[in-house]
């Protein structure tokens, strides 16, 4: 992470800090004050009131390019309501081609098309949709294309990170400011500004954050609810930041430097043991089969009977529709994994159309189509749903096959005929869209990475039914979906109500593409794409622990975010992980790299993801007042307030799609991994372990603080084994151990 020497920074020469007051105007009154690098120690007056501004603006010895900022603004005489303090960076040579980054919020300034859309949104023809056109969103907080007033202006808990980064192409440089998400007046935040004419741009850090307008649901224009702060004589409050300056010569240099930054000034979060992976699994099984079997149609439901609407019942992939059949048929008990089997069945039989596609939602046994606004249509088809179908079917047969259990033809079949509709759409089109006809076969949506899971999927078709032309198409889309969208910085489209926002579960979809194509392939030509990905996909993470209030429902429930995963840019906020996957990508790739931060990524998201279950003992009350079922988990983890600043650390009533994501991080994330030959050792899972070693073996001691007994998955291999990819599945079999809550068990490891 080296840079150029910049200790006559460039973008430090044009540094002040205001005192803004607000009164009804925005902004009614303020002061400003020039400072510059070094320690600046300065006094001001606004409405009567006296400040002494201190600042520290210092270059970290032992990094190039990094300087640590503090600022204290003091108040000592006088008052002043309804008011923020703020510092501020005015940049030249500004350009509507820098590459603006707020994680999880923004990406590439978000500078796309605009459609005002009520939600759930859907394009149609007047909106001029087709296979070339350009990308569209819903009215997101975005930089203008056009000339005029272009801002962004954000809250800290609106992004996973409290950041800007900036790429600057035509400079060859990259700019990030850190800070910290709160202070002693309240939770901060950033705005970027351009020039109306786009020649000059103003990055800020402000505490509290008052904003003009503020983000709700696919609306950016709603006027602000936010206050100032009431400063009385004697108060004080702090700026803590860090700014960065280096040399970037593409996005993936801002995302390394992002990557190795974020947490300079949360430090590292603690993981704390309270729920099994095992024990959340048999809660959610159990919920399952009570309460989302459709004895009808035979298959898992998305939701259970209870809640109501075309949703609900069966939908394709994306929320777990065939996903969820995977968790049980590996880890299930024989009922489970009986209806596991019923559900593949059912899709191959009953929701499979003649082309080859699955249709994507049915609802009291009746079709129906994707369009939000004509769901009749059944024929209109989300890409994103039959691609996850593909890579999921696969991996049914393959733990089938491992098992020596005889796979059905009619899942082969079914396999067969999905794969060969996706090529036949490759072919015609040169991508897979966002939205297709599925009888028609024809892209009614083009453009985004909607499908970015597909390639996946058709490796592992071809790793099955040896039809070269599956991983044919597979690199060639691999490479598209690299060229056209992972190297520009924005993957989008894979939600369906989102238009065509950026979005995490793209680019963890595409994630897992690259390493299942390296995986299948063996071609290490993926794995610095997989990285570049990867770290693309860390800016959607949560790095710290928000600061809930002592009165919502998550501050009480003691509940730490650093791990949990945003949505996309528009459905503003983080959830419990990753929709709908486990994460797994993450740690196959860190067997191929040796690079620890995917570790620590995996670790993060597998490990708190079970905090977020409802449960008999700890149920999760609802900002309805109802409380949430045991086994129900809500995809909510409002850090932000566009639902509300009284619904942040709150829950709506509702059991989701996380729920299929905690099940396969049980079947696809050890809880204990174990290197034999160096006596390393990972914890995943809620216990505490220790590698002792018994001469020639090791004895691991597993100890259980929770109040649920644990059945915890122990993968063991040397070192060596680390270049061999593990492929899907791969704890299928997985040697187990029993520990009991409270208890300690000892068990022991042949060394190797």
């Not at 950033?190 to 402000?206: G, H, I, K, P």
């Not at 609900?312 to 969820?324: E, H, I, L, P, Y």
Request: hydrophobic content about 35%; overall charge negative; charged content about 20%.
């Amino acid at each position: 992470m080296a840079g150029s020497n910049r200790k006559n920074s460039h973008l430090l020469r044009d540094m002040s800090l205001r005192i803004t007051s607000f009164d009804g105007v925005y902004p009614a009154e303020y002061t400003e004050i020039k400072i510059q690098q070094g320690n600046v120690k300065q006094v001001t007056e606004l409405k009567g009131s006296i400040w002494e501004v201190s600042s520290s603006i210092l270059p970290l010895e032992d990094r190039d390019g990094v300087y640590e900022g503090r600022v204290l603004f003091h108040i000592v005489s006088g008052n002043l309501s309804n008011a923020n303090v703020a510092l501020r960076i005015n940049i030249e040579n500004w350009s509507v081609n820098n590459y603006v980054l707020m994680p999880a919020a923004v990406y590439n300034g978000n500078r796309f098309r605009v459609v005002k859309k009520k939600y759930p949104p859907m394009l149609h023809e007047e909106d001029g949709i087709g296979v070339d056109m350009p990308i569209t969103i819903t009215d997101v907080p975005h930089l203008e294309k056009g000339e005029g007033p272009s801002c962004i202006h954000l809250r800290s808990g609106d992004m996973a990170t409290p950041c800007i980064g900036i790429h600057m192409p035509e400079q060859g440089m990259g700019f990030q400011l850190l800070a910290d998400h709160n202070t002693s007046v309240g939770y901060t935040g950033f705005m970027l500004a351009e020039s109306d004419d786009r020649r000059t741009a103003c990055v800020q850090l402000e505490a509290p954050a008052v904003r003009k307008t503020m983000y709700q649901m696919c609306r950016s224009d709603v006027p602000s609810d936010d206050k100032g702060y009431d400063f009385a004589e004697g108060d004080r409050v702090v700026l803590q930041f860090r700014i960065y300056e280096f040399d970037c010569p593409n996005i993936a240099t801002l995302y390394d430097w992002y990557c190795n930054t974020r947490r300079d000034l949360s430090g590292e979060s603690q993981l704390v043991n309270m729920l099994p992976f095992s024990a959340a699994f048999r809660i959610i099984e159990d919920k399952y089969m009570k309460t989302q079997w459709n004895e009808n149609q035979a298959y898992f439901r998305v939701a259970p009977k209870s809640i109501k609407g075309k949703y609900s019942d069966w939908q394709a992939g994306w929320v777990g529709g065939g996903m969820n059949s995977l968790a049980f048929l590996m880890d299930g008990m024989p009922p489970a994994q009986k209806r596991a089997k019923e559900t593949m069945n059912t899709i191959f039989e009953k929701l499979q159309a003649p082309t080859g596609y699955i249709y994507p939602i049915m609802y009291k046994g009746k079709l129906l189509g994707d369009d939000f606004d004509y769901t009749r249509n059944k024929n209109v088809l989300l890409i994103r749903k039959n691609a996850d179908i593909l890579i999921f079917a696969a991996r049914h047969i393959i733990l089938l096959q491992k098992r020596g259990e005889q796979v059905p033809e009619l899942w082969m079949k079914g396999l067969e005929k999905l794969a060969d509709a996706l090529v036949r759409l490759w072919n015609k089109y040169g991508q897979f869209g966002q939205f297709i006809d599925l009888d028609k076969e024809e892209i009614i949506v083009g453009g985004t990475a909607s499908g970015g899971i597909a390639p996946g999927g058709l490796a592992l078709a071809y790793k099955l039914l040896g039809k070269r032309e599956y991983l044919d198409v597979a690199v060639a889309a691999g490479k598209y979906y690299y060229e056209n969208y992972v190297s520009k910085g924005i993957m989008n489209g894979g939600p369906g109500e989102i238009l065509q926002c950026p979005d995490s579960e793209s680019a963890f979809g595409l994630l897992e593409s690259y390493v299942t194509l390296y995986e299948v392939t063996g071609n290490t030509e993926w794995l610095p794409i997989a990285e570049e990905c990867a770290k693309q996909c860390a800016s959607w993470c949560v790095s710290y622990d928000f600061s809930f209030s002592e009165e919502s429902v998550f501050g009480k429930l003691g509940i730490r975010t650093t791990g949990s995963v945003y949505a996309n840019v528009q459905n503003k906020h983080s959830a419990p992980g990753i929709c709908t996957l486990s994460g797994v990508s993450l740690l196959k790739l860190y067997r191929a790299t040796g690079n620890k931060f995917y570790l620590q990524l995996c670790q993060e998201i597998a490990h708190n993801i079970t905090q977020y279950l409802s449960r008999g003992d700890r149920p999760i009350k609802s900002w309805d007042g109802r409380y949430l079922q045991a086994g129900w988990m809500c995809e909510r983890v409002n850090m932000s307030d566009w639902e509300g600043k009284k619904n942040i650390g709150g829950v709506f009533y509702g059991s989701c799609w996380c729920e299929v994501s905690t099940l396969l991080t049980y079947n696809e994330i050890p809880g204990v991994w174990v290197l034999a030959d160096t006596g390393e050792i990972v914890v995943f899972d809620h216990v505490e372990a220790k590698l002792l070693d018994g001469g020639d073996k090791w004895l691991l001691t597993l100890h259980n603080p929770t109040d649920f007994d644990a059945v915890v998955k122990i993968y063991v291999e040397t070192s060596g084994s680390l270049q061999k990819p593990w492929g899907e599945c791969a704890l299928a079999g997985c040697r187990t151990v029993e520990v009991a809550k409270g208890g300690t068990t000892t068990a022991e490891i042949k060394k190797q």
